[in-house]
C-alpha cells in the first residue's frame, strides 16, 4: 500500500515536503513504498532512489502534467512502470521546461502509453475521449471524475506533512505570488501526508475499493535504476584508431619537450597510463586535454593545478597541469584509483574574464545538445526565512528588529536553537504573531526556493544529453535537472571550469611587464628568490592570492617561510583543526624545539612539515613504508579514516597492524604509527592542491617584489569594491616611492592606470559618478582632446544629463585638479558653467553667435582638513594627502620618530590616526579596545588594556592623537601596547 500523488519541495514553493520527510513517514506508517509526483520536475527523482535504497522501500517515479488536444485540457500523473518509462518520463520534462511550454500534446503520451500508468484529475467526459485516444490498459481516473469511462483510484494532492503545516504552505504560496500571507489564496489542491494516512487505514465503504486500486499500481511499477555505466563522450578529433593510441602519441610528443625525463618518470607515466586505460578514461584526459590546449593558444591562463589532479604525471606531461609530482612527492592514487572506482576530476582554473569563452568552445566542439551546466538551489537558510516571513506577515520594524538581534547572535545556527533562549520563548509567547512567525519558519527552513546554476561544473556527453538528466534553461542555457553528485551518480562526465580572478590580474600583470621587459616569462622565474620569501615572511602579502586576511598574514608572521614547501604546509595548515599545529610547526622550522619521530623511517615522511601529519598523501605514505600497503590500498584506508566508519577501521587497524608487524616493526609500535595516522587524518590536506595553489602565490609574489608598478595597478583594480584593502595597497605602494595619482577627468582611464612614476586612479571609483558617467567623460575625451577647463568639461558632457552631485563628487575627489584652479573656486563656479553648458548644447547658433563669459568666480581657498575629509567622503580614502601627515613637522620638530624607526620591545611616543576602534568587555567586566594604527607609513595594531583604557578612553574619540606605549611582536604580528594618549595641537 502507498499514497498515489504525493509532491515533495523540489515542486519550488508548493510543498513543504523534503523527501527524507516523505520516505521516513512511509517507513513509519509500514508503507511499502513511496509515490511522488512533482509538476513538470523530475528533481527530485535520485534522491527518492537513494533514501528508498536507504530504508528498504520501493520508488515509484511520477510526474504531474496538463494534457492538451488542443482544445481542451486536464490534469493528470504519469508513473513510470519500467526503466523505459522512467527515460520517456525524464525526455518529456525535460521538453517540457526547455521548450517552456504549459501543456502536454495528448500525442506525447501515445507514444509512450506501453511504459506508464496514467492517473487522471477531475476527468470529464471530454477528458475521456481524449484518453481513449490512447491504446492503453493503464488509465486510471480520479475519485472525482465526472465519467465511468476507466476505472476509479482515490488520490489527493498531499503538499505538507500533517495538517499544522497549512499555514507553511500557505506562506510559500504568499513568497510564491508576492503577496502578504492574509491576503493570499493558495489556488492548487493540497492536503497532509497524514490526512490520507488516516483515509487509508478507516478503509471505509465509500473509498476501500478505491484505494485498493492504489495496489494494482504499486504491482504495475518496476523501475530499478541502476548507475554502473558511465557515459564518457568519445574524444573524436584525432586520426588513430583508438583514444588509447592518441594519448599514447600525444604523450611522447610532449615527452620530446620535457627538458628532463629520466626511468623513474617513465616507469610513473607507463604506471599511469595502464591505470587510466584499464579505467577507460584515456578519452577524458584526451578532452580535457583539448580545451587546456585550445586556452594557451587562444592565450587564455590556465592555473598550475587545483586538486588530486596535480597528483598526476600524465596531466603535468600533457600541460593539464604545471606541478611535477615527482618533485614535489605527489600521489596518482589521491587521483585516480583502480580500487576506488569513481570519476576522474580534473577541476581547472581560468581567468574569470575567460570562462565564458572556455565554455562556448567545449559547446562548440561536442554540440548544444551535449553540453549543460549544473543546476544548484537556493535553500531558505535562518537569515533568510527569518526576514521573508516577516515580510509576508507584515511584523513591524521593531518586531523585524528583534528577530535580527536573536538569529545574529553566534550560538543560534537555526531556528529551533531559539528554544534554548528563555527571553525569546516568552517574548513568543506573549505574542501570537511572533509565534506565527517561528511555527513557519521552523517548517519552512531549508527547504529550496529557487534554482540557480553551479558556478563551476558543465556536464558533457557523448550522446545527447537529453537521455541521461532532466534539463531546464537557466541564463538561456542548457542546466541539467540533477545536482553536482547526482549527475557524477549517472555516470556522466563533469567538469569544472573555475573563472579565477587572480589568474586574470596576473595575466595583466604579465602584459604590463612585458611592455617594458620583453624577456620575461611567467614559467621561468626564479622559484628560491630570497626577496620573494622575505617578503612571504614578513607578511607583505596584501593583493597575493590566498594570503591576504589577517589570520593568515599572522601565520606568515609566526611561521616565517623560507622556502616553497613551507609555503605548501602553511596553505595546508591554515585551517580549522591544523591551525593548532601553526605553532608547532614555526618552533621546530627555526629550531626552538626538536622534531621527534616514532621511528627513523618516518623521517624521510615528515621532515619537510617537521615531523606533523600534514597532507593527505603523508597518511598513504606511511602506510605504505610502515604496512607494505600499495598507494590505492592506502587511499582506500584513508578515505575509510575520514568518515570514521567504526567496522571499516577496525577491520583496517587489525591488517595495518598485521602488514606492519610482518615488515618488521614492533607490534605496539605499529599501533601506535596508526592512531597517529588516524588522529591526522580529519586534518590532513591535499597536497597536490596546495602545490598548485602555491605556485600561483609564488608568482604573484615574485612580481609584487620585482615589478610593483604593474603589481599594484592589478592588485588595486581587483579590490575597487573593497576600500579597506585599497587603502592597504596604496599605503604600500605609496611606502615603495609610487605616486599615486587621483582620478583625472582628462587622465584617467576605466581601471586603475600605470603612469610613468605611479599609478592614476580610474573616475568610477567616486561616489555619484559610478560606470556609465566614468565611460561617457573617457570617451568625450577620447574623441575631442583633454578638457580645457570647466567650461569646456560642462560644455561637452551635455551638463542637463548630469546631476549637479556628479560634478561635486568630481571636484571634491581633485578629478578637476588639473585646471589649475582651487576646488573652492570650481565649485563656487559650478552653476555658472553649467547653465553655460546647458545653453550651448541645447542651441548650437547661441554657441556659434555668442560668446558665454566663462570667468571663475574667485574665492578664499579650500582648506586642507576640508580638502581631505571630502575625499574621504566620495573616493573612501585620502589621496592627495593623509590627516596624519600634516603634522609632519611637528613631528620632525619633536623628534618623534615613525614607526618603522623603532625597534621591538621599545617604548616611544607615535603620532597615529585611529583607523579602527573595537572596545571589548573582558570576562572580568573590564572594558579593554584593540586599535588600528597608521602613522602615514605604516599600518600596526594597538591595544589598550583595562587599566589603560579607563585613564585614556576620553582620547579614543579623537582620530589624531599622540600615543606613548611599547612596540612589541605577538603571535608573529607587531603591535603597540598604549600606555598613554594625549591630544595633538589642533592649529597645524
Known amino acids: 500500500m502507498f499514497i498515489l500523488d504525493v509532491r515533495s519541495h523540489f515542486e519550488l514553493l508548493k510543498s513543504t515536503l523534503s523527501i527524507d520527510e516523505i520516505v521516513e513517514y512511509a517507513k513509519e506508517n509500514g508503507y511499502t513504498s513511496v509515490a511522488i509526483a512533482d509538476e513538470y520536475s523530475f528533481h527530485y527523482a535520485l534522491k527518492l532512489r537513494n533514501r528508498c535504497i536507504d530504508h528498504d522501500i520501493k520508488p515509484i517515479y511520477g510526474?504531474?502534467?496538463?494534457?492538451?488536444?488542443?482544445?481542451?485540457?486536464?490534469?493528470?500523473?504519469?508513473?513510470?512502470?519500467?526503466?523505459?518509462?522512467?527515460?520517456?518520463?525524464?525526455?518529456?520534462?525535460?521538453?517540457?521546461?526547455?521548450?517552456?511550454?504549459?501543456?502536454?500534446?495528448?500525442?506525447?503520451?501515445?507514444?509512450?502509453?506501453?511504459?506508464i500508468v496514467i492517473v487522471a484529475r477531475l476527468a470529464t467526459e471530454s477528458c475521456s475521449e481524449m484518453l481513449q485516444q490512447i491504446d492503453s490498459d493503464y488509465i486510471y481516473i480520479d475519485q472525482l471524475s465526472k465519467t465511468d469511462a476507466f476505472e476509479k483510484i482515490y488520490v489527493e494532492t498531499c503538499r505538507y506533512l500533517d495538517d499544522a503545516d497549512q499555514n507553511a504552505l500557505k506562506a510559500l504560496a504568499a513568497m510564491d505570488e508576492h503577496m502578504s500571507y492574509h491576503d493570499v489564496v493558495v489556488k492548487y489542491p493540497h492536503t497532509s501526508l497524514h490526512h490520507m494516512h488516516k483515509i487509508i487505514q478507516a478503509h471505509d465503504v465509500d473509498h476501500g475499493q478505491l484505494i485498493n486500486m492504489t495496489e494494482k499500481i504499486e504491482q504495475l511499477c518496476k523501475v530499478d535504476l541502476s548507475f554502473d555505466e558511465k557515459h564518457l563522450p568519445s574524444f573524436k578529433f584525432h586520426p588513430y584508431e583508438t583514444s588509447d593510441e592518441a594519448l599514447n602519441v600525444l604523450l611522447?610528443?610532449?615527452?620530446?619537450?620535457?627538458?628532463?625525463?629520466?626511468?623513474?618518470?617513465?616507469?610513473?607515466?607507463?604506471?599511469?597510463?595502464?591505470?587510466?586505460?584499464?579505467?577507460?578514461?584515456?578519452d577524458y584526459f584526451l578532452i580535457v586535454h583539448d580545451i587546456i590546449a585550445h586556452c594557451r593558444k587562444n592565450h587564455i591562463y590556465v592555473g598550475p593545478g587545483r586538486g588530486s589532479s596535480a597528483g598526476s604525471l600524465v596531466c603535468y606531461t600533457l600541460g593539464i597541469t604545471q606541478v611535477d609530482p615527482l618533485e614535489h612527492q605527489l600521489l596518482f592514487e589521491r587521483f585516480l584509483n583502480k580500487e576506488r572506482v569513481t570519476m576522474p576530476d580534473i577541476d581547472i582554473d581560468f581567468e574569470d574574464r575567460y570562462r565564458q569563452k572556455v565554455v562556448n568552445y567545449i559547446v562548440e566542439r561536442y554540440g548544444e545538445q551535449h553540453v549543460a551546466n549544473i543546476v544548484t538551489y537556493t535553500h531558505l537558510t535562518l537569515k533568510g526565512i527569518s526576514r521573508e516571513i516577516a515580510r509576508i506577515l507584515k511584523l513591524s520594524k521593531q518586531d523585524v528588529d528583534m528577530i535580527v538581534k536573536w538569529i545574529n547572535k553566534d550560538e543560534v545556527n537555526k531556528v529551533s536553537d531559539l528554544l534554548q533562549k528563555e527571553s525569546f520563548v516568552q517574548w513568543m509567547n506573549e505574542h501570537e504573531l511572533i509565534h506565527q512567525w517561528f511555527t513557519i519558519a521552523q517548517s519552512l527552513e531549508g527547504i529550496p526556493k529557487n534554482t540557480g546554476t553551479h558556478a563551476a561544473g558543465v556536464v558533457v556527453t557523448g550522446e545527447k544529453i537529453i537521455k541521461f538528466t532532466p534539463l531546464l534553461i537557466q541564463n538561456d542555457a542548457l542546466t541539467t535537472g540533477w545536482d553536482m553528485n547526482e549527475v557524477e551518480q549517472a555516470g556522466l562526465l563533469k567538469i569544472d571550469i573555475l573563472g579565477l580572478k587572480n589568474l586574470t590580474m596576473l595575466h595583466r600583470i604579465v602584459d604590463k611587464v612585458n611592455q617594458y621587459d620583453h624577456s620575461f616569462k611567467l614559467n621561468q622565474m626564479n622559484m628560491e628568490d630570497s626577496k620573494v620569501y622575505e617578503l612571504i615572511a614578513d607578511a607583505k602579502t596584501m593583493g597575493v592570492f590566498q594570503l591576504e586576511s589577517d589570520g593568515m598574514r599572522a601565520a606568515l608572521k609566526q611561521v616565517k617561510p623560507k622556502q616553497f614547501s613551507d609555503v605548501v604546509a602553511v596553505i595546508a595548515l591554515f585551517r580549522p583543526g591544523p591551525m593548532e599545529q601553526i605553532t608547532t610547526f614555526s618552533e621546530r622550522l627555526h629550531h626552538a624545539s626538536k622534531v621527534e619521530y616514532l621511528h627513523n623511517d618516518l623521517k624521510l615522511i615528515l621532515e619537510e612539515?617537521?615531523?606533523?601529519?600534514?597532507?593527505?598523501?603523508?597518511?598513504?605514505?606511511?602506510?605504505?613504508?610502515?604496512?607494505?600497503?600499495?598507494?590505492?590500498?592506502?587511499?582506500?584506508?584513508?578515505?575509510?579514516?575520514?568518515?570514521?566508519?567504526?567496522?571499516?577501521?577496525?577491520?583496517?587497524?587489525?591488517?595495518?597492524?598485521?602488514?606492519?608487524?610482518?615488515n618488521g616493526y614492533d607490534e605496539s609500535l605499529a599501533i601506535e604509527i596508526y592512531h597517529l595516522i588516524?588522529?591526522?587524518?580529519?586534518?590532513?590536506?591535499?597536497?597536490?592542491?596546495?602545490?598548485?595553489?602555491?605556485?600561483?602565490?609564488?608568482?604573484?609574489?615574485?612580481?609584487?617584489?620585482?615589478?610593483?608598478?604593474?603589481?599594484?595597478?592589478?592588485?588595486?583594480?581587483?579590490?575597487?569594491?573593497?576600500?579597506?584593502?585599497?587603502?592597504?595597497?596604496?599605503?604600500?605602494?605609496?611606502?615603495?616611492?609610487?605616486?599615486?595619482?587621483?582620478?583625472?577627468?582628462?587622465?584617467?582611464?576605466?581601471?586603475?592606470?600605470?603612469?610613468?612614476?605611479?599609478?592614476?586612479?580610474p573616475l568610477k571609483v567616486i561616489k555619484h559618478v559610478g560606470p556609465n558617467v566614468a565611460k561617457d567623460i573617457i570617451k568625450e575625451c577620447q574623441q575631442g582632446g583633454t578638457y580645457r577647463d570647466l567650461f569646456d568639461f560642462t560644455s561637452r558632457l551635455k551638463a542637463s544629463k548630469i546631476s549637479r552631485s556628479v560634478y561635486e563628487s568630481l571636484i571634491y575627489a581633485g578629478a578637476m585638479d588639473e585646471f589649475g584652479v582651487d576646488r573652492a573656486t570650481l565649485l563656487r563656479s559650478l552653476d555658472h558653467a553649467m547653465s553655460i553648458g546647458s545653453e550651448v548644447n541645447e542651441n548650437s547658433y547661441f554657441n556659434q553667435v555668442f560668446t558665454p563669459k566663462k570667468d571663475y568666480i574667485k574665492g578664499s581657498n579650500m582648506d586642507d582638513a576640508t580638502k581631505l575629509n571630502k575625499e574621504i567622503e566620495v573616493l573612501g580614502i585620502y589621496v592627495s594627502s593623509h590627516p596624519v601627515e600634516l603634522y609632519d613637522d611637528f613631528r620632525r620638530e619633536r623628534g618623534i620618530p615613525l614607526i618603522t624607526e623603532v625597534e621591538i620591545n621599545t617604548v616611544s611616543e607615535f603620532i597615529v590616526y585611529v583607523e579602527q576602534c573595537k572596545v571589548i568587555t573582558t570576562k572580568?567586566?573590564?572594558?579593554?579596545?584593540?586599535?588600528?594604527?597608521?602613522?602615514?607609513?605604516?599600518?600596526?595594531?594597538?591595544?589598550?588594556?583595562?587599566?589603560?583604557?579607563?585613564?585614556?578612553?576620553?582620547?579614543?574619540?579623537?582620530?589624531?592623537?599622540i600615543i606613548y606605549g611599547k612596540k612589541q611582536e605577538r603571535n608573529g604580528r607587531e603591535q603597540i601596547v598604549v600606555q598613554d594618549i594625549k591630544s595633538l595641537p589642533t592649529s597645524q
Not at 610532449?254 to 578514461?281: A, C, H, S, T
Not at 592589478?714 to 616611492?737: P, R, V, W, Y
Not at 594604527?933 to 591595544?943: K, P, Q
Request: hydrophobic share 40%; proline share 2%.
Open 63 to 115: 510526474i504531474t502534467i496538463w494534457i492538451s488536444d488542443g482544445i481542451d485540457d486536464f490534469e493528470c500523473q504519469l508513473y513510470a512502470k519500467s526503466n523505459k518509462g522512467f527515460r520517456y518520463l525524464m525526455y518529456l520534462t525535460s521538453r517540457v521546461n526547455t521548450e517552456q511550454l504549459q501543456v502536454v500534446p495528448i500525442e506525447w503520451l501515445q507514444k509512450i502509453a506501453d511504459e
Open 252 to 282: 611522447k610528443h610532449y615527452i620530446n619537450k620535457m627538458p628532463f625525463w629520466n626511468e623513474d618518470y617513465e616507469q610513473r607515466l607507463q604506471y599511469e597510463l595502464e591505470v587510466i586505460r584499464e579505467m577507460g578514461f584515456s
Open 609 to 662: 612539515t617537521q615531523g606533523i601529519i600534514v597532507y593527505q598523501e603523508q597518511i598513504m605514505q606511511i602506510a605504505n613504508k610502515i604496512a607494505a600497503f600499495n598507494y590505492a590500498e592506502a587511499d582506500l584506508l584513508r578515505r575509510a579514516m575520514s568518515k570514521k566508519n567504526k567496522t571499516l577501521l577496525q577491520s583496517y587497524q587489525k591488517t595495518f597492524v598485521r602488514q606492519a608487524v610482518a
Open 678 to 761: 588516524e588522529k591526522f587524518a580529519n586534518y590532513g590536506f591535499n597536497k597536490s592542491h596546495s602545490v598548485a595553489y602555491s605556485k600561483i602565490i609564488y608568482q604573484l609574489a615574485y612580481l609584487k617584489v620585482h615589478h610593483p608598478h604593474a603589481f599594484y595597478t592589478e592588485a588595486l583594480n581587483l579590490a575597487t569594491n573593497d576600500t579597506n584593502k585599497t587603502m592597504i595597497l596604496l599605503q604600500e605602494a605609496k611606502s615603495l616611492g609610487l605616486k599615486i595619482y587621483g582620478p583625472s577627468v582628462s587622465y584617467s582611464t576605466y581601471y586603475y592606470s600605470t603612469v610613468k612614476d605611479g599609478i592614476r586612479m
Open 924 to 961: 572580568h567586566n573590564r572594558e579593554m579596545a584593540f586599535l588600528e594604527l597608521y602613522d602615514g607609513v605604516t599600518t600596526i595594531d594597538g591595544v589598550v588594556f583595562p587599566d589603560q583604557y579607563f585613564n585614556i578612553k576620553q582620547y579614543l574619540d579623537e582620530q589624531i592623537m
